[in-house]
Structure formats: C-alpha cells, structure tokens
C-alpha cells in the first residue's frame, strides 16, 4: 500500500508517504506560505521514494478544522493527485490527528485535542484510544468559547494537545474541571500522524472520489 498524506490546517505544512509499513515525512514552520511549499515537500517525498503519484493506491489530507485556506489548499492539492492518478481520496480530521500524535509520542489514550480558531474561539474534539491504537471521537467536533467545552464522563486522566492549551490553558482547565497534562501545547497537525489513521480507513474501504473531497470548517465565518 502506498498513501501519501497532507496536511496545511494550521501554521506547520507537512507531508508524509507510507509505503507497505514505512513512513517518510517532512514537516515545516510556514504560517501563511503554504501554497509555496506543500507541493514541494510532497514531490521531494515522492523522488526520494523513487515513485510517481500515478503510483499511490490513495492519497490523505488534513480535512480541518483549521485554517480555512489552508483546509482549501490541501483539498485541492488531494483533489489533483487523485482525478490524475485515479484514487481515492482520505480525509483526516486536523484534531484526530492531534489525538493521534500524542497516542504515538506520549502514550495518551485519552485526548482533548484544541486548536485556536481566533475570534476567541478553539476548535474542539475528545478522542479516546481504541483496541487498535486508533483514536475515536467520543463526542462531535465543535468550534466555541473556551468556557463552552464539554468533556466526556469517563475514568482515566485526559490529556491535552494543541495550540488551544496554548492560548486558553488556564479557562480550557476551569471548565474541565481536573488538572490535564498540556505539555504538547505547542504542537500541530502533522501528517505522518495522519498515515495510522488514514490507512485503516483505507483497510476498510471508507473512502472517497476526488470530486466528494471537502474541508470541514465547522464555522461559516473565514478565518485564515
């Protein structure tokens, strides 16, 4: 199986291709610059992999919430590889893949992923590990206030990813109402944290056609 996976929801730009169990991944600082960059880590993923994109079995990409165009590049960029090459396309929420992140570098199986969504505002998801290392959305996605927050009844320490925690660390712990290790507060979207989770969607088939692929805003308001 080859995937190759994008992401460009918030200020980091990413790439990463899994190919039959190995991942290789670019990752980069580029707030506002992604259009000028994105194309070319994918393409120096692909060279260094010796393959084309005509040879991916399908490609993912950062479906949002997050930057609204950045959400419209990535779609776009996945839209384009998958009418050329004919394969289907994986979109990936932006705060699974925060959830994700933190299962495979701290060993949280519970998440409160946050992403600052400005106009004092986070964007907001609870994830949770299941039998087969995935995160699960527990409850649905929301944009709100910080003091707005809902957090699952359940046992267990949660732990907290995100630039929300960076932002709203202090009203996000008021309203949970317990003390969270926030200690990735400063992390984002990556997309080879995207790969796990876009490659058992593609296991079981639950996909889509490049013309189906849309970003998920969860607001109406532009924000960039």
């Given at each position: 199986?080859?995937?190759?996976?994008?992401?460009?929801?918030?200020?980091?730009?990413?790439?990463?291709?899994?190919?039959?169990?190995?991942?290789?991944?670019?990752?980069?600082?580029?707030?506002?610059?992604?259009?000028?960059?994105?194309?070319?880590?994918?393409?120096?993923?692909?060279?260094?992999?010796?393959?084309?994109?005509?040879?991916?079995?399908?490609?993912?990409?950062?479906?949002?919430?997050?930057?609204?165009?950045?959400?419209?590049?990535?779609c776009g960029i996945a839209?384009?590889?998958?009418?050329?090459?004919?394969?289907?396309?994986?979109?990936?929420?932006?705060?699974?893949?925060?959830?994700?992140?933190?299962?495979?570098?701290?060993?949280?199986?519970?998440?409160?992923?946050?992403?600052?969504?400005?106009?004092?505002?986070?964007?907001?998801?609870?994830?949770?590990?299941?039998?087969?290392?995935?995160?699960?959305?527990?409850?649905?996605?929301?944009?709100?206030?910080?003091?707005?927050?809902?957090?699952?009844?359940?046992?267990?320490?949660?732990y907290g990813v995100g630039?929300?925690?960076?932002?709203?660390?202090?009203?996000?712990?008021?309203?949970?109402?317990?003390?969270?290790?926030?200690?990735?507060?400063?992390?984002?979207?990556?997309?080879?944290?995207?790969?796990?989770?876009?490659?058992?969607?593609?296991?079981?088939?639950?996909?889509?056609?490049?013309?189906?692929?849309?970003?998920?805003?969860?607001?109406?308001?532009?924000?960039?």
């Amino acid at each position: 199986m080859k995937l190759l996976a994008i992401d460009s929801s918030t200020e980091a730009c990413s790439c990463a291709l899994f190919i039959d169990g190995g991942i290789q991944h670019r990752n980069m600082m580029a707030p506002r610059r992604h259009a000028e960059f994105i194309l070319p880590l994918a393409e120096e993923l692909l060279a260094a992999a010796g393959i084309t994109p005509l040879q991916l079995d399908g490609v993912a990409f950062g479906c949002g919430p997050g930057s609204f165009t950045g959400l419209r590049l990535a779609c776009g960029i996945a839209q384009g590889i998958a009418f050329a090459a004919n394969i289907p396309v994986l979109p990936i929420s932006s705060l699974a893949t925060l959830a994700q992140a933190a299962a495979m570098e701290v060993g949280a199986s519970q998440v409160l992923a946050a992403i600052d969504a400005r106009m004092k505002e986070v964007y907001w998801g609870c994830y949770c590990l299941n039998e087969l290392g995935l995160m699960q959305l527990i409850v649905e996605e929301i944009v709100c206030t910080p003091t707005q927050v809902t957090v699952p009844t359940m046992e267990g320490q949660w732990y907290g990813v995100g630039s929300g925690w960076s932002t709203y660390a202090e009203l996000l712990q008021q309203r949970v109402g317990q003390s969270i290790d926030h200690s990735q507060a400063q992390r984002y979207p990556q997309a080879q944290a995207m790969l796990p989770l876009a490659v058992a969607k593609f296991e079981r088939q639950q996909w889509l056609s490049a013309e189906e692929a849309v970003p998920v805003y969860l607001r109406n308001q532009v924000v960039t």
